[in-house]
């Protein structure tokens, strides 16, 4: 069984940083190459949304970003410790939201998972 363990929220000045993980286990490395992984946000009476995603190493693992963080936020992934980062830089209070991760098999589309979320909370 497949588990993603996000962490590293908190609470941060605007203008700050904060590094989010998520620890995939239950999977092997040669198998989480095929998954793409994808960091959503949900902020309180707002939809989830997309924020940053990377596509599979085996398709290349091209990013794509929302136009609200692109320049500030950063994917990425260490295959060899089967864990995906997003990298938060020049927070805003708007960036307020509890952040989970995703994977999804690009082998079976129906294969996918969550993190369970980490709060981010920027204010002052």
């Given at each position: ?90 927070l ?16 079976n ?16």
């Amino acid at each position: 069984q497949v588990q993603l363990v996000d962490s590293g929220g908190g609470l941060v000045q605007p203008g700050g940083s904060l590094r989010l993980s998520c620890a995939a286990s239950g999977v092997s490395g040669s198998a989480f190459k095929f998954y793409v992984i994808d960091w959503y946000r949900q902020a309180p009476g707002k939809q989830r949304e997309l924020v940053a995603g990377m596509a599979s190493l085996v398709s290349g693992g091209t990013t794509n970003y929302a136009d609200s963080v692109k320049g500030r936020f950063t994917i990425s992934r260490d295959n060899a410790k089967n864990t995906m980062y997003l990298q938060m830089n020049s927070l805003k209070p708007e960036d307020t939201a509890v952040y989970s991760c995703h994977a999804q098999s690009i082998l079976n589309r129906a294969v996918e998972y969550w993190g369970q979320g980490t709060q981010v909370t920027v204010s002052s």
